[in-house]
């Protein structure tokens, strides 16, 4: 599966932006897609991920109650809304595609490019 991930720009703090991955190749639907982040310096932090088919859905406790990953409306797409943004939301975002909600990338088999999230006044 190739995956796509869009939607960053630069916002201010307590804004909001989403994001989104874009599959073809195969179907979502018996894949787990997770959002990682990668900010400058740090190592590449897990903060969502959900099981299309069942809808269930996992979080980051550092993300918790701000974002919500969803199904798009497009097909074969899923959303991560990004709200009550904070300067410390500010990393490259990456989507990703595996049999489960894994919580470390190695286990991650595709990847999209990865989108520019900036926080900042």
């Given at each position: 599966v190739q995956l796509q991930a869009s939607g960053g720009g630069l916002v201010q703090p307590g804004g909001s932006l989403?994001?989104?991955c874009a599959a073809s190749g195969l179907s979502l639907d018996n894949l787990n897609v997770g959002w990682f982040r990668q900010a400058p310096g740090k190592e590449r932090e897990a903060i969502?991920?959900?099981?299309?088919?069942?809808?269930?859905?996992?979080?980051?406790?550092?993300?918790?109650?701000?974002?919500?990953?969803?199904?798009g409306y497009a097909k074969n797409t899923i959303n991560l809304q990004m709200n009550s943004l904070k300067p410390e939301?500010?990393?490259?975002?990456?989507c990703a595609a595996a049999?489960?909600?894994y919580h470390h990338?190695?286990?991650?088999?595709?990847?999209?490019?990865?989108?520019?999230?900036?926080?900042?006044?």
């Open positions: 989403r994001l989104s969502s991920c959900i099981f299309p088919r069942l809808n269930t859905t996992r979080y980051a406790d550092s993300v918790r109650g701000r974002f919500t990953i969803s199904r939301d500010t990393a490259v975002y990456y049999g489960a909600c990338d190695y286990l991650y088999t595709s990847w999209g490019q990865g989108t520019l999230v900036t926080v900042s006044s």
